[in-house]
């Protein structure tokens, strides 16, 4: 279905206005997106009896999305996930970024994308936003115009296409960065069952900054088959009690031609609802949402620990530091593209 | 280095027992660990002779009472497999504990029959057993939440199976069920009691689910077979309670102390059937349809405005119409306009071409087609038949 047009939604601190439009499917979904940040603000569906609920956590208004760190339903860049000590060498230059997570660089330093206005404008059934990231954004060099198109489709997923260029070389990883939690009566994702496709993961250090892969089997961090995040959280594991539960970045099986694959599987037991992930990105971060205790709510209440997850699709944390960096960094004349597919359907 | 002797001491009659153990098994495939497994021949394990087990681990069936005092002077790193229990004191003290999480099994049977539209809830359990403290504690979950919620909630724990006393059992489990205010909704402790339940239902008339509706927990494929009508069962994690205490065994083995672990298993899902489908005659869609309909049917609205105005797709209106009302949107309006059209002609003198205009058919010639469809006989057949004011 066309997207709606814009609707006045607060203001930035120097009163420039921002705005929401809204997507929505034949089959009763309805998806809010902001201007701030490219924000996922609500995510409307149904459960299994057909009654329309919330599926995203999100903040009451404007606002509270700038004072946030929570990075809640937004658009996360130039670099989502970490960099170690926010530096990095590119073509021979030593680059400092943003350290803006213990001595960590993380999601785009202290004016990351999630903080920017887009440009925004229907197009169809097509939402599209632009940015300009300038030179120097968060340390970060060259300017990068990103291009992302939204849309909903009937079958509850929504696509999400970017494009980036840029003018000179730099590191680039985007993500979506929206909350989940699939049971709109219980603020706690303890009951999801969770499955990830993945034979490894990257363990980490003190800092989540990542140590090296390992195989999840025998793990915790083993959910090639489904299973419950909280009595996970339970299984004594060094690795869970570092970050105090899941904040890891997992290693889904590649495809040959890095095309689109399901990369993970959320189920919630009483509504019967289901998220669906799919990516051509190499990494998934799963973060079991630990750490959002206090987070103001939409309506005034305040979130406690685990009250929603998050799964992001992204290159791997650090990579710009590792053997694999070149894959990470976008040069002049070309194009960067990631595509990445949620979709919430019922059982 | 000679694989690791474990026992696996388990009753494994029971669907739950098993998939425990598949859950086991899962473990030791992902991971290549070799265990050299101990089960009894006929899968029902002797709580007595494990003394004499010379091995190097145990998990077991804790919901059996004489577990923990055969296991007490193993010496071997032991693992607890059970129901769990809202008084912190009960669980055996010193040994790790993968428990399915009772009270999370009883609040997602809840959920579902409040969702179902239900406001009268039953719980139907087992007599006090050492063997089935699990059973108390499902009854004790479900009168903490029918508490918590402030609605009645009834508890009947019927009597111990028996072959003898089957007749009495099922006689007495009548009298109960004739008893309750209905429509209700009934939690069985497990898939076995539901099945008791289901016959006790067919015994008494009852009709399920619209007088009766019936949740178990278990989700057992052979209580599905012994019944008529499919059975709605809520279905435990106990693959991974399985994987959970292979998991922790291994680690045990490997020298790390686990003995203060306990992880509660919530259940992976609902087997949704028919013994639950209860509807309540109005959902809010069709409500605020009907409204919508009585206020503009006769405008020549159409499906689609309809679900615009409540607020839903087509599809799912069109659901919900069909469940409650069997009938489509489409149908009903035209029912509405067809019954505004009779009342115009009874009860005013409107010619009928104007009665077609003003109940929004598109022609007279329609209004004809319909009315013969419908009711078998014109308009003006009509008219001459009804019509109580004077003839013009």
Redesign the interface.
Same mark, same amino acid.
């Given at each position: 279905m066309p997207v709606s047009n814009a609707t006045a939604w607060g203001h930035f601190p120097d009163g420039r206005p921002l705005h929401r439009w809204t997507l929505r499917? @034949? $089959?009763?979904t309805q998806i809010d997106v902001s201007d701030l940040g490219g924000t996922l603000l609500s995510w409307q569906t %149904?459960d +299994?009896?057909? $009654?329309?609920g919330e599926v995203l956590l999100g903040h009451a208004d404007a606002s509270q999305y700038i004072d946030s760190n929570a990075y809640m339903g937004a658009i996360v860049g130039r670099w989502a996930n970490r960099i170690r000590g926010g530096r990095f060498r590119l073509d021979g230059i030593d680059y400092k970024v943003d350290r803006n997570d213990g001595g960590n660089h993380l999601h785009g330093g202290h004016d990351g994308f999630h903080l920017h206005r887009w440009d925004v404008e229907p197009e169809g059934d097509d939402l599209v936003l632009r940015l300009v990231s300038p030179e120097g954004d968060g340390g970060f060099p060259g300017e990068v115009d990103v291009e992302l198109r939204m849309r909903l489709e009937d079958d509850g997923t929504l696509d999400l296409r970017y494009e980036a260029r840029t003018n000179a070389p730099t590191p680039l990883s985007l993500t979506a960065h929206p909350y989940f939690n699939l049971n709109d +009566?219980r603020p706690d994702i $303890?009951?999801h *069952?969770i499955r990830i496709d993945a034979d490894e993961f990257l363990a980490i250090d003190a800092g989540a900054i990542p140590t090296g892969r390992e195989p999840v #089997?025998?793990? #915790?961090f083993?959910f $090639?088959? %489904?299973? =419950?995040i909280? @009595?996970r959280l339970?299984? =004594?594991d060094p690795q869970l009690r570092l970050v105090g539960g899941f904040d890891h970045c997992y290693v889904p099986h590649a495809t040959a031609d890095d095309s689109l694959r399901v990369v993970a599987v959320v189920?919630e =037991?009483?509504s019967g609802r289901r998220l669906t992930v799919e990516t051509d990105r190499p990494g998934l971060q799963f973060y079991s949402g630990q750490k959002l205790t206090g987070q103001p709510g939409r309506h005034g209440e305040s979130y406690g620990p685990f009250a929603g997850f998050a799964l992001e699709t992204q290159a791997f944390p650090d990579q710009v530091n590792g053997p694999d960096a070149e894959a990470a960094i976008l040069r002049p004349g070309t194009v960067w593209r990631q595509h990445t597919r949620y979709r919430v359907d019922t *059982? | 280095m000679a694989p690791h002797r474990i026992a696996l001491l388990f009753n494994a009659n029971k669907v739950y027992d098993r998939q425990v153990i598949a859950g086991i098994g899962h473990y030791l495939n992902s991971t290549r660990v070799e265990w050299d497994l101990f089960m009894e021949e006929d899968f029902r394990s002797r709580m007595r002779d494990i003394h004499q087990f010379r091995g190097d681990g145990v998990i077991a069936d804790f919901d059996d009472p004489e577990a923990p005092e055969a296991l007490r002077d193993l010496h071997i790193p032991v693992v607890a497999v059970g129901g769990s229990y809202h008084d912190p004191a009960a669980y055996p003290a010193g040994v790790p504990y993968i428990a399915t999480d009772n009270p999370r099994l009883v609040r997602l049977a809840y959920d579902h029959l409040i969702e179902q539209g239900l406001s009268r809830f039953a719980f139907y359990g087992i007599p006090p057993h050492p063997g089935s403290r699990w059973a108390q504690e499902r009854e004790h979950a479900f009168r903490a939440i029918v508490d918590e919620e402030s609605v009645e909630g009834l508890v009947y724990e019927g009597s111990p199976t028996s072959a003898g006393g089957w007749g009495a059992a099922v006689e007495e489990l009548v009298t109960w069920l004739a008893e309750l205010p209905k429509p209700i909704g009934i939690i069985a402790v497990t898939d076995a009691r539901a099945r008791q339940l289901l016959q006790a239902c067919v015994m008494g008339g009852f009709a399920v689910p619209e007088q009766i509706a019936i949740v178990g927990i278990d989700n057992d494929p052979m209580a599905q077979l012994l019944t008529r009508i499919p059975l709605t069962s809520v279905i435990q994690g106990a693959e991974e309670m399985g994987r959970t205490a292979a998991h922790l065994l291994h680690q045990m083995l490997r020298g790390i102390d686990c003995s203060s672990t306990r992880v509660l298993v919530p259940p992976v899902g609902i087997n949704v059937q028919v013994s639950s489908r209860y509807q309540p005659m109005r959902s809010p869609h069709v409500m605020r349809a009907s409204h919508y309909i009585r206020q503009y049917g006769c405008l020549g609205i159409k499906t689609e405005q309809v679900a615009d105005y409540v607020g839903v797709s087509r599809t799912v209106l069109e659901e919900h119409f069909k469940r409650e009302l069997k009938q489509t949107v489409h149908q009903v309006i035209l029912k509405h306009k067809l019954d505004t059209a009779c009342d115009l002609i009874a009860n005013t003198d409107t010619p009928l071409a104007d009665v077609a205009l003003r109940c929004g058919f598109t022609s007279l010639q329609y209004m004809y087609a319909v009315f013969r469809r419908e009711y078998d006989c014109t308009p003006r057949q009509y008219l001459d038949l009804h019509r109580k004011t004077a003839a013009t």
């Open positions: 499917n @034949a $089959r009763d %149904p +299994r009896h057909g $009654r329309r +009566r $303890r009951d *069952l #089997a025998g793990s #915790a083993d $090639r088959e %489904p299973a =419950p909280g @009595a339970h299984w =004594p189920t =037991p009483s *059982l | -």
